[in-house]
């Protein structure tokens, strides 16, 4: 490729940054010319819309899989607060989307269509598995921003109250504690442990609900840590 280029003398070549298949190009040609890496002119509509599968999000993504491609169309589908951006949703849906990546999007959109409805099947299984730990339920959604994901920890953590001495121990297993390194007396802090994974994530959603709930410990800790450490450090402090 390098050959055929110097022989058409070229000096320039731009390649679109699609995946990972623009490396062994990108690495052939550099060494004969000066190459741009190019990023495709595609619907940006993550840049207007939070939520992609939200009500809105969801309507103008199956419109496209459908072969709606008018972007004055699109933008009207949008619902509630986001009638306010009509104009920078014309603008994020303005863009190329030719057959195959319309193709490739629709099988996206049914691999998604396939998960969520598996996903509704493991939670009706649940809900009938649950009775005997009733009680548990019960206690942990005492808790603020612990509703029915309860279930979801329970089943990581069991019943069983004797499988961690203390909190302590449950938020270590959990890789929610504060790292800490302790040497000749003086304690460093590090990063936290890594843990169950499952339940992290599940905690770290639990943080969020915890630090916009007003009146209560959770709330004013996320405050008061975000102000100097950031938002990432403070929700990892509400988690426990």
């Known amino acids: 490729m390098a050959r055929w280029f110097q022989q058409m003398r070229g000096t320039d070549a731009a390649i679109e940054s699609t995946a990972n298949y623009w490396w062994p190009v990108y690495d052939e040609l550099e060494t004969v010319c000066r190459v741009t890496l190019l990023h495709p002119y595609f619907v940006k509509l993550d840049r207007v819309v939070s939520d992609l599968l939200g009500v809105s999000g969801r309507a103008m993504i199956l419109a496209m899989v459908k072969g709606e491609t008018n972007p004055e169309v699109l933008a ?7 009638r306010g951006k009509i104009p ?8 190329r989307l030719n057959d195959h990546y319309r193709f490739v999007r629709r099988q996206h959109w049914e691999l998604l269509e396939m ?5 509704q099947e493991q939670e009706k299984e649940i809900e009938k598995r649950l009775p005997p730990m009733e009680w548990a339920m019960q206690l942990l959604m005492m808790a603020p921003g612990i509703k029915r994901i309860a279930a979801t920890i329970l089943g990581e953590i069991g019943v069983d109250r004797n499988a961690f001495l203390t909190a302590r121990h449950l938020t270590t297993w959990a890789g929610v504690c504060p790292g800490s390194n302790e040497r000749a007396g003086k304690s460093r802090s590090r ?6 994974r ?3 994530k599940i905690m770290v959603q639990v943080a969020w609900a ?7 410990y ?3 800790l996320y405050q008061r840590v975000s102000g100097h450490r950031g ?6 402090a509400v988690a426990p």
């Open 198 to 200: 499952f339940i992290k």
């Open 191 to 196: 990063r936290n442990p890594r843990g169950n």
């Open 231 to 236: 938002k990432g450090r403070a929700i990892r």
């Open 115 to 119: 998960l969520e409805e598996q996903i």
């Open 210 to 216: 915890v630090a916009q709930t007003k009146n209560i």
């Open 218 to 220: 959770g709330r004013a």
């Open 88 to 95: 920078e949703l014309r603008a994020a849906l303005d863009g």
């Open 76 to 82: 009207e589908l949008a619902q509630r607060k986001l």
